[in-house]
């Protein structure tokens, strides 16, 4: 148990950074293009949709941006609640 507890550690641990440049792109370019586009300025930053795509310049990843995102969100999410039901199982061992 003890190895599994470290395996799903180790898998969080080696994943959220590389999620993170994603996630956070993905996050302020929807955020800002949609304060945008609400004020009728969306068409002029079709660039910051493209980026919010996956379009990075000769880099086309839009096909599967998304679900590479999807894909790191949910082992995060997965590999999180696992770690944390783990603590939470076991207050009585604190005292």
Sequence with gaps: MATQKFKIRQLHRAIAPIMLLPI??????????????????????????????????????????PYLNGLGLLILAITGVSMWSQIRQRPSERV
């Design 24 to 65: 956070l792109l993905t996050l302020i370019t929807g955020s800002v293009y949609q304060a945008l586009d609400t004020q009728g300025k969306g068409e002029e930053f079709g660039w910051l949709l493209a980026l919010h795509k996956g379009h990075f310049g000769p880099l086309n990843l839009e096909i599967v941006y």
